[in-house]
């Protein structure tokens, strides 16, 4: 039985800060220690308990490390033994069941007798489909794209325009296949460019995670204007009603956002015409370059150019549609990847060119697309492009920093690589990058998020 002033203390990601204990499928490291020495070693038990009937589930693990695939073997609860001289018990955390916008999971350390005595507050934060998000994370969402947008940038008026400039400075110099010279790095980019715009939006909120729109489906509560917003009958006008946090979102101009069609009714993408979200079961590529330009031309192409509007040129990321089509995009490609178990980032199955700019451009391969290249603007780089016959003033040294997450890779002069972007829930290498998708489970492809027998 616990004396009345022992208390346990609980780590997830085994850093005592807070704003780190988010989870996502993967396995992450915690771990659980007395407050102080006592005389005995005192055995307890985790659990999770959820706050209100949508929370989240946790599992936890004790295991060799690290945590694999082939070793992955989630508990409901874990008995382990707190050391009398208050040095740490190691284990391990992962997502079973998606949290509903806000830290809903408390991590309970109770000794026999039922009682806690350590706590810490979690949630499982992923990628879900816009259609599916409830009011709070919606309204999360808004408010955190809201303030986002009028965040004071590093180099430039808003980080709103930093944004879409760049990937109009970007567009035709490797990010697209379609726009540019081949190949591309478009899958990497996009997915870099998408996780610095989340990161971005968890500063300000962290419960904030970045929506899909899954555009093969008819999508009415996303294209309506208590969300991104309903298109007006007879012109390209956007409707935002008056309670919605991106109400008269418009450009540093002050113009206001436009749309030629919606999605409410209408789905942009067939499902039969997504081979590789099917690819499982009808076949598809089975090399990276053979893959990439069906998600670009097929997918991606389509939702931008059924839009239109302000999704239809260079600057698209001006509409925050661009930051939710890319998110399906990008949970496109990892469906493949997921089915193909592409994930080791040295193979060019899971990407190519492999290695580094050699100094020259070869079959159209410039610097920035090798997988182990820094790409713009992380790279911070000016005029890396390569080309040798123009001038190399295409890119600005301006400062795109990857916002630092604690815990997570990718911060400071760790600058993204395509290769960086392979491993996104750090199936091979061990460390995920902080975002994963509701239908992606660390383990299979499966659509709850939920192993079974678990919840
Ligand atoms: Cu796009």
Excluded at 218 to 225: D, E, Y
Excluded at 305 to 314: E, R, S, T, V
Excluded at 384 to 413: H, I, K, Q, V
């Amino acid at each position: 039985m616990a004396k009345a002033q022992t208390v346990a203390l609980i780590e997830i990601r085994s850093s005592p800060q807070t704003d780190d204990d988010f989870l996502c499928w993967s396995p992450v490291p915690a771990r659980a220690k007395l407050s102080q020495p006592s005389s005995t070693d005192l055995p307890v038990t985790l659990r999770s308990a959820g706050v209100g009937p949508s929370a989240g589930v946790v599992g936890f693990m004790v295991s060799p490390s690290p945590v694999t695939r082939a070793n992955y073997a989630p508990e409901n609860e874990l008995q382990i033994v707190l050391k009398a001289d208050g040095s740490w018990t190691e284990f391990y955390l992962m997502g079973l069941k998606a949290s509903d916008g806000n830290k809903d999971i408390a991590v309970r350390a109770e000794v026999p007798d039922g009682t806690a005595i350590g706590q810490t507050m979690t949630m499982v934060r992923v990628r879900k489909n816009a259609e599916q998000l409830s009011h709070r994370e919606r309204n999360n969402f808004l408010s955190a794209l809201a303030q986002w947008k009028i965040m004071p940038g590093l180099a430039r008026p808003t980080r709103f325009e930093d944004f879409f400039t760049t990937h109009g400075d970007a567009f035709s110099h490797g990010i697209h296949s379609a726009f540019g010279t081949k190949p591309s790095n478009f899958l990497p980019w996009h997915r870099a460019f998408l996780l610095n715009f989340e990161r971005e939006l968890q500063f300000i909120d962290p419960t904030v995670s970045l929506p899909y729109w899954k555009f093969d489906e008819p999508s009415p509560r996303l294209f309506n204007a208590d969300f991104l917003g309903a298109k007006v009958l007879g012109s390209n006008e956007v409707d935002l009603a008056a309670t919605n946090p991106i109400r008269g979102w418009s450009s540093p101009s002050g113009q206001l956002l436009t749309r030629a069609r919606a999605a409410d009714t209408l789905a942009p993408i067939a499902t039969d015409v997504l081979p590789a979200l099917a690819c499982s079961m009808h076949g598809c590529p089975d090399v990276f370059r053979q893959t990439t330009d069906t998600f670009e031309m097929n997918y991606h192409n389509g939702a931008h150019g059924f839009i239109q509007g302000w999704l239809g040129g260079a600057t698209s990321p001006r509409d925050p549609l661009f930051f939710l089509l890319h998110a399906n995009v990008d949970r496109g490609w990892a469906h493949w990847q997921q089915a193909r178990d592409r994930y080791d980032s040295a193979s060019n199955r899971s990407y190519s060119p492999e290695g580094v700019y050699p100094g020259s451009v070869q079959g159209g391969m410039r610097e920035g697309l090798y997988a182990n290249d820094e790409m713009w603007p992380w790279s911070q780089k000016q005029g890396n492009w390569g080309t040798p016959n123009e001038p190399d003033d295409d890119w600005l040294p301006y400062r795109f920093s990857f916002p630092p997450a604690l815990g997570l890779p990718l911060s400071g002069t760790d600058y993204p690589t395509p290769a960086k972007m392979i491993d996104y829930m750090g199936v091979f290498r061990g460390a995920d990058l902080g975002f994963c998708y509701d239908d992606l489970h660390y383990m299979s492809g499966g659509s709850s998020g939920v192993i079974a027998g678990e919840q």
